[in-house]
T-cell receptor
Framework: ETGVTQSPTHLIKTRGQQVTLRCSSQ?????VSWYQQALGQGPQFIFQ???????GRGNFPPRFSGLQFPNYSSELNVNALELDDSALYLC????????????FGPGTRLLVL | AQSVAQPEDQVNVAEGNPLTVKCTYS??????LFWYVQYPNRGLQFLLK??????LVKGSYGFEAEFNKSQTSFHLKKPSALVSDSALYFC???????????????FGTGTRLKVLA
């Protein structure tokens, strides 16, 4: 077990709606990253948070936003959902001092209709 | 653009035979390299990583990987495959920004390994 949990496991939304996905990691996991994995593809980097501030972002529009909280939990928010947002969303955290290795949660599968 | 390639969508191997899953990368500098495995309806599970040093890296469940800088490759290997090794395998390269401290993974598209009994 990685100690990283995500909720919900599955979610169905309609186009134009907003969604919040949640991730929780253990004490000492100071960095959290979010990835989008479309069907048949490898995960794509969305952004990373460290000490509650975004410190890196991939090629995703501003309607993808996030938060990191002091209790080692984080959120991914997506506004104005589009059909192409349907994917598995993974969060990953790193342990303080071992920055290069990311430990992934089980993911949230989002379906946009 | 920086990228990681996994040229085989699927690899089939008989149980007990050695297996190889290929990965090549096109990333500037000296990236860290990783292999992850994904089982159905599960997240990515870390197998092994290369940072520096010995070109042969040993990881979990008997897997190992060989780094080749001149060929920019990082192939995953196992001497004797098990049916339970059947899963989706991802190679990733990590790029880092020392100014921002961001570690971003670039993933390949994945290779489905099927071990036949």
């Amino acid at each position: 077990e990685t100690g990283v949990t995500q909720s919900p496991t599955h979610l169905i939304k309609t186009r134009g709606q907003q969604v919040t996905l949640r991730c929780s990691s253990q004490s000492g996991h100071n960095t959290v990253s979010w990835y989008q994995q479309a069907l048949g593809q490898g995960p794509q980097f969305i952004f990373q948070y460290y000490r509650e501030e975004e410190n890196g972002r991939g090629n995703f529009p501003p309607r993808f936003s996030g938060l990191q909280f002091p209790n080692y939990s984080s959120e991914l928010n997506v506004n104005a959902l589009e059909l192409d947002d349907s994917a598995l969303y993974l969060c990953a955290s790193t342990i303080e001092g071992v920055w290069e290795t990311q430990y992934f949660g089980p993911g949230t599968r989002l379906l946009v209709l | 653009a920086q990228s990681v390639a996994q040229p085989e969508d699927q690899v089939n191997v008989a149980e007990g035979n050695p297996l190889t899953v290929k990965c090549t990368y096109s990333v500037s500098g000296n990236p860290y390299l990783f292999w992850y495995v994904q089982y159905p309806n599960r997240g990515l599970q870390f197998l092994l990583k290369y940072i520096t040093g010995d070109n042969l890296v040993k990881g979990s469940y008997g897997f190992e990987a060989e780094f080749n800088k001149s060929q920019t490759s990082f192939h995953l290997k196992k001497p004797s495959a098990l049916v339970s090794d059947s899963a989706l395998y991802f190679c990733a390269a990590s790029t880092s920004s020392y100014t921002s401290g961001t570690y971003k993974y670039i993933f390949g598209t994945g290779t489905r390994l099927k071990v036949l009994a």
